[in-house]
């Protein structure tokens, strides 16, 4: 059994994976860790290009909504996340 697998039969969870999506210049990036790389920013077709969402039943996001009265907060968000993938 792989590791996802048994992470979620032990834990009785859905989840044993978490990531943050986000769009760059038209491509859409992950930024997760891994046991291999550690954390790291991928761009998203990886895992596609390596099948890992076989390791997974399902898929799933959300997505963080932020009023236009907090652009700042957003922006601020962005920027500490930017300076964390560098």
């Not at 989840?15 to 930024?31: E, M, S, T």
Request: glycine residues 4%; aromatic residues 16%; negative net charge.
């Amino acid at each position: 059994m792989c590791p996802s697998k048994l992470q979620r039969t032990y834990t009785k969870s859905e989840y044993d994976h978490v990531g943050i999506l986000h769009k760059n210049n038209g491509f859409l990036y992950i930024y997760d860790a891994t046991s291999r790389d550690g954390c790291k920013e991928r761009i998203f077709s990886e895992y596609f290009d390596y099948m890992w969402y076989l390791l997974y039943e399902k898929i799933v996001y959300r997505e963080l909504i932020i009023n236009e009265n907090d652009q700042k907060i957003k922006q601020k968000i962005l920027n500490d996340l930017d300076e964390k993938i560098e």
